[in-house]
């Protein structure tokens, strides 16, 4: 359960530079719900998952994970709650390390136990089965760098890994948006089944609007450092690419040629 309520955030306040990212927002996710966000540029998107996982404190509001107040936690205090998938695909793994390392760090954070050398081939063959479910022959590479990896492989491991964890939040910040197209829709029809099969509370950044409609229960759109629609599970279904466009059109000061809303 994700409770945000009225956080404010504001760069550079009392100077030219001011930015009020954050505008009074308030958004409160159910165990299980999967919510997607689009939103013009600099509406805030990025700011509010980086709210959520402490890499930015708010000024003011609250910020619950599983009912407990995080607001004072640091980022790496909230790793243990929170799963994040960047747009960059460098960023979610360790590249040192080969795939098994990286997975099985992922598995110990999620049990917190060690593994005796007996479990250590289960564990491998587990590793072996997860990453066949990707097609992309990565269960015969093991071994490999995952610093050699592709930016698709690295995004598949990456959500594979927070699959692993069960986080209490996973965060999607426009994970696909760096990969081809191909790639792009395997790593989305990926997130459709790591979240659904996990029951992941989860809530994604995209410019995709397609994407948007297609992933989650829930979808908000947001400007000017706030949400300004909101779709549930019923009306979500019933929604439409111009549909989306239209609601846009309706916020004060929002062009319909927005070509971040459109890509
Ligand atoms: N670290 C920062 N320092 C100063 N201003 C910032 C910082 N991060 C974000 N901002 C400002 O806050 C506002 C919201 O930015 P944010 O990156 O959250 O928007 P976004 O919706 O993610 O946009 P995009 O779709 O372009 O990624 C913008 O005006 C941006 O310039």
Do not use: W
Request: proline content about 2%; overall charge positive; hydrophobic content about 40%.
């Amino acid at each position: 359960m994700l409770a945000i309520t009225d956080i404010e955030k504001t760069f550079f306040a009392g100077t030219v530079n001011e930015r009020r990212a954050l505008a009074g927002l308030s958004l409160r996710l159910e165990e299980g719900d999967f919510v997607t966000i689009i939103g013009s540029n600099g509406a805030g998107k990025s700011t509010l998952l980086n709210a959520i996982s402490g890499r930015y404190t708010v000024d003011s509001g609250s910020i619950e994970i599983d009912g407990r107040r995080v607001n004072r936690l640091k980022e790496f205090q909230r790793a243990k709650y929170i799963g994040r998938v960047f747009q960059d695909p460098m960023a979610g793994t360790a590249p040192t390390l080969t795939i098994e390392e990286n997975l099985a760090l992922a598995l110990r954070r999620g049990t917190a136990r060690g593994l005796g050398p007996s479990r250590s081939r289960a564990q491998r063959e587990r590793f072996r089965e997860e990453l066949r479910t990707l097609e992309l022959g990565l269960e015969d590479r093991l071994g490999a760098k995952v610093g050699l990896l592709s930016g698709g492989q690295r995004q598949a491991l990456s959500l594979l890994m927070s699959g692993f964890t069960h986080p209490s939040i996973l965060l999607l910040d426009e994970h696909t948006a760096a990969l081809d197209p191909q790639r792009a829709a395997l790593v989305t029809d990926l997130t459709e089944r790591i979240v659904s099969q996990g029951g992941l509370t989860t809530l994604m950044v995209t410019h995709n609007m397609e994407q948007a409609l297609r992933l989650g229960n829930r979808l908000v759109m947001m400007h000017e450092g706030r949400i300004v629609f909101e779709a549930g599970e019923e009306q979500k279904k019933g929604l439409t690419v111009p549909a989306l466009l239209a609601e846009f059109a309706k916020i004060k000061g929002a062009q319909l040629d927005d070509r971040a809303l459109l890509a």
